[in-house]
């Protein structure tokens, strides 16, 4: 069953975080949409807040207008239902882009239609993904200015090194990580472009993250982290030099707990180690890797730029 949940309690209707006293109960409620699969992808309107766009490993593309009381399912023109990413438009929330398996899809009527885009891609294979998108996402800056990532983070595969980017709001695209940049095999799982005049952005791969402060022209590895798996990055909105990052945990058997969330304090140049409070259990070699905790799933609260939420993909955390 596909669900999504809403965390509630009992004492506010809307709490903030620091309404929320250390230790105080809160309670789960399933707000939809049913179905069968994993939802991979939750985003929301910019400008609506009462619009909820979620995708779905096998349903495709899952739509709410009432804050997630009901939903409706729009896959009109998709032929891959896998949704790996959902990008709205900052400038107009009627554009929506969708990364997914077999490549980006775009919409210009609000999600009630799809069309394919492959200019700038390679050309459709016929027994494998020629341009598989693992993360997309607009700039905050430029609406006109897109970027995704290529791979298959779930399935931790068919990397190909490279992230591409649009300013025709994804209607053609273009590589800007020339050979080389990127390890060739590397999986992009997470991109995202600071707000503000001193804009940066990060891409977060399983070889390492890399850093551009030039829209993409150029890309800077960072150096000194624990290890390369990074999967996904988190601005601050109320503070774009601060910004976070989650680790994928490659320990297993006797190794270290090595997963865990880094935090920058200098528009992500250098980054400490935060891991205090979250799970870290270490699985078997021969158990999947859900019985090893590893964070993944980070976003920052909108007015505080140190409360953070953060998913761990365990089954037993």
């Not at 896959?75 to 949704?83: S, T």
């Not at 995704?148 to 090194?161: E, H, L, S, T």
């Not at 005049?197 to 791969?205: I, N």
Request: hydrophobic share 35%.
């Amino acid at each position: 069953m596909l669900s999504i949940l809403l965390a509630v309690t009992p004492f506010l209707a809307q709490p903030t975080p620091s309404d929320i006293p250390a230790g105080a109960d809160i309670t789960w409620r399933n707000v939809g949409p049913g179905g069968g699969g994993w939802i991979q992808s939750i985003a929301c309107d910019p400008r609506r807040e009462e619009v909820l766009h979620v995708g779905c490993d096998v349903g495709g593309y899952y739509r709410s207008d009432d804050g997630g009381l009901t939903y409706r399912i729009r896959n009109a023109g998709l032929r891959d239902y896998f949704v790996e990413s959902i990008a709205v438009c900052p400038g107009d929330p009627k554009v929506i882009l969708l990364g997914n398996e077999g490549g980006v899809y775009k919409s210009t009527d609000d999600g009630k239609t799809w069309r394919w885009i492959r200019q700038g891609f390679p050309e459709p294979q016929r027994y494998a993904f020629a341009a598989p998108i693992g993360c997309v996402v607009f700039d905050p800056n430029d609406p006109q200015r897109a970027y995704a990532g290529i791979g298959r983070p779930r399935w931790g595969k068919d990397g190909r090194g490279r992230i591409y980017a649009s300013d025709d709001q994804g209607e053609s695209w273009r590589v800007c990580t020339p050979e080389g940049v990127l390890p060739g095999d590397a999986i992009v799982s997470d991109i995202e472009v600071a707000p503000g005049t001193e804009s940066y952005v990060l891409a977060a791969t399983t070889k390492g993250l890399y850093r551009s402060a030039d829209r993409g022209a150029t890309w800077q590895r960072i150096e000194g982290l624990p290890h390369d798996w990074v999967q996904e990055v988190a601005v601050a909105p109320s503070d774009p030099k601060i910004t976070y990052a989650t680790l994928r945990t490659t320990a297993r058997d006797a190794e270290p707990w090595n997963g865990g969330v880094l935090r920058s304090e200098d528009a992500g140049l250098t980054w400490e180690l935060r891991t205090d409070g979250l799970p870290n259990r270490v699985g078997k070699r021969d158990q999947p890797h859900q019985m090893t905790s590893t964070c993944k799933e980070i976003v920052v609260d909108p007015t505080d730029p140190d409360v953070v939420y953060v998913g761990d993909t365990a089954w037993v955390s």
